[in-house]
């Protein structure tokens, strides 16, 4: 038995939107059968096999990410990591940034280098604080 389920994440709970499974023991003839309801309770629907495939090649394979339990119930250490993640980047650019500046050939040029760095390093910020310190940073940038 094999089971193919899609599924709309909606109001926080997984809703199946349709699903294929298989039951070769009971159904040798024609094992694929096709739900929105439950699987293996809904045999109302067999399909044949090219139809099992091109429902399932509709949807694209995707493996998400595993936070434990812990993690989850310690929200700040996931903030924290996703944080860090936009600091590398950021201190990649001003790296990468020096680099190309200290070749411009004038002083326009560094400025057009820096003002590219400096907007990039501001979307950085943008995603990584919450929006009563960005609120902050931008009263402190003006100020």
Avoid at 12 to 35: A, C, R, V
Avoid at 93 to 98: H, L
Avoid at 104 to 119: F, H, K, P, V
């Amino acid at each position: 038995m094999s089971i193919w389920g899609y599924y709309d994440f909606v109001s926080g709970q997984l809703q199946l939107k349709e699903g294929i499974f298989t039951d070769g023991d009971k159904h040798p003839e024609n094992p694929y059968f096709y739900t929105t309801t439950t699987f293996y309770e809904d045999y109302s629907n067999p399909i044949s096999e090219e139809e099992a495939e091109n429902i399932i090649n509709k949807y694209t394979y995707e493996t998400i990410p595993y936070i434990s339990l812990a993690d989850i119930n310690n929200q700040s250490a996931v903030v924290e990591s996703g944080t860090s993640s936009f600091w590398q980047q950021a201190e990649q650019e001003v790296n990468e940034t020096e680099q190309q500046a200290s070749v411009a050939e004038s002083g326009n040029e560094q400025y057009e280098i820096w003002d590219r760095c400096l907007n990039d390093v501001w979307g950085y910020l943008q995603e990584a604080l919450s929006s009563e310190e960005m609120e902050t940073l931008i009263q402190e940038e003006m100020d």
